[in-house]
């Protein structure tokens, strides 16, 4: 099922469904028992060290 939705992640039809509810973050909860809050700031720290590496390789 994981990899199922992973494959509609991206896509701009299913982006706003993915907005209300972040099924992939809770169903990666789910299947490593970890809480889905913890799940979600961990996809959040990444997804700002991305953004920085990519604003200085901008200013570079």
């Known amino acids: ?3 199922k939705l992973k494959q ?3 896509d701009r039809l ?3 469904a993915f907005a209300y509810l972040d099924i992939i973050s ?3 909860s789910k299947l ?3 809480p889905v809050g913890e799940i979600i700031r961990q996809k959040a720290s990444v ?3 991305n953004q920085l ?3 200085k ?3 570079t």
């Open 1 to 3: 099922l994981l990899n």
């Open 8 to 10: 509609y992640e991206n």
């Open 14 to 16: 299913a982006t706003r």
């Open 26 to 28: 809770w169903l990666e």
């Open 32 to 34: 490593s028992n970890v």
């Open 47 to 49: 997804h700002k060290r």
């Open 53 to 55: 590496k990519e604003s």
């Open 57 to 59: 390789e901008t200013l």
